[in-house]
């Protein structure tokens, strides 16, 4: 019996330790654009605030936000974190959205900034960035 209850408990713990579902709320929002005839980037906007649900699940492959559209990013490409000279790091991956465009998504941890976190999504032609902390 103490057999059967150890393999049980031993089984749930490893199950749950694979298991990788990271829920996340934002704090704030800011964005820039490509100019269509210069091709250069836009001055970041200033962040405005917006408290919304982030889920990223690994398991799933899947990165969803929750603003008034729903955004989810598939996740097609995973590449390897980097830590830069600032020991900030950065975890990245290449994504699809549900209208078929690629983009990545980079969640950075600004270790220069007293740990702050946040995650960046990169289209073509147009970049958001959210403040987040990770909930518990």
Request: net charge negative; hydrophobic share 40%.
């Amino acid at each position: 019996m103490k057999i059967k209850f150890f393999t049980l408990i031993s089984t749930l713990f490893i199950l749950c330790s694979y298991g990788q579902v990271v829920k996340c709320k934002t704090t704030g929002l800011a964005f820039r654009s490509k100019d269509e005839t210069t091709d250069l980037w836009s001055k970041w906007s200033e962040f405005e605030a917006v408290e919304l649900l982030l889920i990223i699940d690994a398991d799933n492959n899947r990165i969803k936000i929750f603003s008034k559209e729903e955004q989810v990013y598939d996740i097609i490409k995973t590449y390897e974190s980097i830590i830069d000279d600032d020991g900030d790091k950065t975890s990245k991956w290449l994504c699809i959205n549900e209208d078929g465009l690629k983009c990545f998504v980079r969640l950075v941890k600004l270790n220069s900034q007293e740990g702050r976190n946040q995650i960046y999504i990169d289209f073509e032609d147009l970049m958001f960035v959210y403040n987040i902390y990770r909930l518990d």
